[in-house]
C-alpha cells in the first residue's frame, strides 16, 4: 500500500502598490540628492546662486544735519594702528565662568591743522613795494582721531560660561564699543607724541611761500605762535 503525499504550495507574496505620500516623499529625496550632489561636484552651474544667500540693503536717505564753514589748512595726516587688548574679570568668580577678553587691532589716522581763521589783521604785514610778506600763524593742531573699520578688526574673543549664555538670549550690538573707544584713545596720544604738528607747520608755510611767490612776493617769511 503505497501513500502520496502531496506538498502544500507554497505561499506568494502579494505586493502591495505604494501610496501616493510614500511616492511623493521618495521623489523629493531623489531630487534633493541631485541637487546636492550637483552642488558639492560643481556639475549643474548656477544652482550655488540659488541656495545662495542675498544681501539687501534697507537703509533710508542719509539726511544733512549740518553744515560747517571751515578755515582750517589740513596740512599733514598720520596713520596709526594699535594692539587692544581689554580684559573683564568678575570679582568674585574665575574668568571661566565670566569673564570676557577681547585682543582688537585698530587702526585710524589723525589730521594736523592750522586754522588760518584765526589770522589777523595784525597777524599779517607787507612792505610798501609788495615784495615781502610777514606771517604770523597759530601753532598747528591736532584733529580728532578717526578708526577705519576696514582696517580694524578684532583678532580673538574669550568669554566665560556665563556670557556665552547671555550672549544666546541677548543680541549686543555695541559688545566692540569698548575696545574701539580704547583704541581710539591710544591713537590720539600716539599722535600727540609723535612729529605730526611739526610737520603740518612745515608743509603749511611750504604752501604759503609757494603761493605768495606765484603772486610776485620775493620774500616770505611764517612763524607760528600766538
Sequence with gaps: MTTSTKQAPKPTSVKRPMSGWTKAVIAI???LAVLFAGLRLSVLPGLR????????DRSGPALLRSIQDMSR???ASGNF?????????????????RGT?????????????VDLGKVGEKDV??????????LRLPHAALGKPALDADRSYAVSKQRGLLNRLGDLFSDNPNSERA?????????????????????????????????LKSLGFKEVKVSYGT
Excluded: C
Design 29 to 31: 529625496v531623489a531630487v
Design 49 to 56: 546662486d540659488l541656495f545662495g544667500t542675498e544681501t539687501h
Design 73 to 75: 589748512y589740513e596740512a
Design 81 to 97: 594702528q594699535v594692539v587692544v587688548d581689554l580684559e573683564k574679570d568678575s570679582r568674585f568668580l574665575p574668568s571661566a565662568i
Design 101 to 113: 577678553r577681547t585682543l582688537y587691532v585698530g587702526a585710524g589716522t589723525v589730521d594736523a591743522y
Design 125 to 134: 604785514s607787507v612792505n610798501d613795494d609788495r615784495t615781502s610778506a610777514t
Design 179 to 211: 575696545v574701539q573707544k580704547l583704541a581710539v584713545q591710544h591713537i590720539g596720544e600716539a599722535a600727540k607724541d609723535s612729529e605730526l604738528t611739526d610737520r603740518a607747520e612745515t608743509n603749511t608755510t611750504s604752501m604759503l611761500e609757494g603761493l
